[in-house]
């Protein structure tokens, strides 16, 4: 806390080693920034969880370093559903097909993304992600400390003062800021009083990840996730490897008791119902309650502390936007904390976080919940009007727009471009992409380019400024820095 002599000292602290918080300390560290990431759990998830990594999202991870985008798709989850693409609706994996969801705004996994981007899709479970953003903001020399616990945390003008908790001793740290990506509860958040607005709730579920032996009731089908209604069961079956492992949520009752004390006997006859094998034995590896909502923080600053992934922005999972959102959110901040860090940006720069991503995730939060709203018509295979609203997929992934007045709509369906937008990818003579010119840790000039005149990009890859000439481009750049 604060007046206690720090026994270490880092320019920013990371609190949470999820997904988000661990691509902060990536983020930051590839930038050359003394960073410390603390999470309070032993190791990283052993749970599949969050998996699907849209485009923009391996755009940003390839960008920051290649080899993150190979270790990945060589992940066993990403080898095994490299062909998994659609959403269905059955009575049992065994059972029949009532309906595949097939809406104007769904683009498939498998559908040609070569068009919008130089990435794809890659589907990589949380369990086997972690580790390879763990190893590689190490690699770029961040301090990642797992079994470490904020205990207590305080700041002024010039730092934040923390406490730590290792097996029950304490350490002192200081830092310049800190990135709370410490989750749905975050204490950070809650510390500060920083309130939330949305739909709040919309359901709550238990997650089974278990192992069986399903290949014969697969058979050759690979999608990405099945709705499967029955007289005993309701849920999402979802595949993990196409074979032995996989995930079942269930709806369940938040005022039932006894759902945290089920016996194996209750998720078994569950899983039975869901595969449609009554004899089935599968393994019970895991099970975790979680909840689906829509809300954003009112807020995703306060002072030295900055909200980021789903400690700024809850959404259900109906689109994938979730944890895609939350290190974009990272990737947004990290490269502005650097700039300051490094004295070439003056300090407002950091008001530009929240004034670009904070709009961002309200709008995506909406599309995610409209999305939700949308799926009971596949379960009923009733072919009535999609929930209106629905922005179509590749636009809440690449169309969004910063710097638009308040209460303006973020997403920018007409494809122009410009300030403010993602630099749009267009495919050079030597196969690159014009992505692959952007510089993650420094802004880039494109002269000459083939997408018009003269263009400044940010190191998030958004266009800050573009004119006919080069001109102009200095100026434009003093400004965004505040020098």
């Known amino acids: 806390m604060k007046g206690v002599a ?13 997904l988000v918080g661990l691509s902060s300390a990536l983020f930051l560290a590839r930038a050359g920034v003394d960073v410390t990431l603390v999470e309070r759990h032993a ?138 990506a410490d989750g749905v509860a975050s204490p950070i958040r809650t510390a500060l009083g920083i309130g939330t607005t949305g739909h709040g709730t919309l359901a709550h579920y238990l997650s089974m990840y278990f192992r069986a032996d399903l290949r014969e009731p697969l058979g050759d089908r690979r999608f990405v996730l099945a709705y499967v209604v ?11 490897d196409n074979a032995e492992r996989w995930l079942l949520h ?51 600053r306060a002072g030295r502390v900055f909200l980021a992934g789903d400690a700024a922005h809850v959404m259900p999972p109906t689109g994938a936007f979730g944890s895609n959102t939350g290190i974009q959110d990272a990737h947004n901040l990290c490269w502005k904390l650097a700039a300051v860090l490094r004295g070439d940006a003056g300090p407002a720069l950091l008001d530009t976080y929240e004034a670009e991503r904070l709009p961002v995730a309200r709008r995506t939060v909406e599309q995610a919940v409209r999305r939700s709203q949308d799926r009971p018509r596949l379960v009923r295979a009733v072919d009535s009007r999609i929930a209106a609203g629905i922005v179509p997929d590749p636009v809440v992934m690449f169309g969004y727009r910063y710097g638009v007045e308040a209460d303006t709509e973020v997403f920018d369906t007409s494809g122009d ?28 000039l494109l002269v000459d380019s083939p997408l018009g005149g003269a263009i400044l990009v940010r190191p998030d890859g958004f266009v800050a400024w573009q004119g006919e000439t080069a001109d102009g481009a200095s100026a434009a750049l003093a400004s965004l820095l505040g020098r």
């Open 250 to 300: 269930v709806p369940v009752d938040p005022e039932d008791e006894d759902v945290p004390h089920w016996p194996r006997e209750r998720h078994v006859e569950l899983i039975r119902a869901a595969a449609g094998v009554p004899d089935l034995d599968p393994e019970i590896v895991a099970v975790l309650p979680w909840e689906a909502s829509g809300t954003v923080t009112e807020r995703m």
């Open 230 to 240: 029955n007289d005993d069961v309701m849920g999402a079956l979802v595949p993990v």
């Open 43 to 180: 190791a990283t998830s052993v749970h599949p969880r969050a998996r699907g990594l849209n485009p923009r999202t391996v755009e940003i991870l390839r960008g920051c370093d290649p080899a993150i985008e190979e270790a990945m798709r060589a992940t066993p989850s990403a080898r095994a559903l490299v062909d998994n693409d659609g959403v269905l609706a059955m009575t049992s994996l065994a059972g029949e097909q009532i309906a595949e969801l097939d809406q104007p705004y769904l683009l498939g996994l498998r559908a040609d993304w070569s068009v919008l981007s130089p990435a794809r899709w890659c589907l990589c479970d949380q369990d086997e992600l972690e580790p390879i953003l763990r190893d590689a903001a190490r690699r770029h020399g961040a301090d990642v400390r797992f079994g470490t616990e904020l205990s207590s945390w305080d700041q002024d003008d010039d730092a934040v003062y923390a406490t730590l908790r290792v097996d029950g001793a304490e350490q002192a740290i200081q830092a310049r800021y800190v990135v709370a």
């Open 417 to 444: 471009g410009g300030p403010g937008t993602r630099l749009p990818h267009a495919w050079l003579e030597d196969g690159r992409s014009t992505l692959d010119l952007v510089d993650p840790n420094d802004f880039t």
């Open 6 to 18: 720090a026994v270490d000292k880092t320019d920013v602290l990371v609190v949470g080693g999820g």
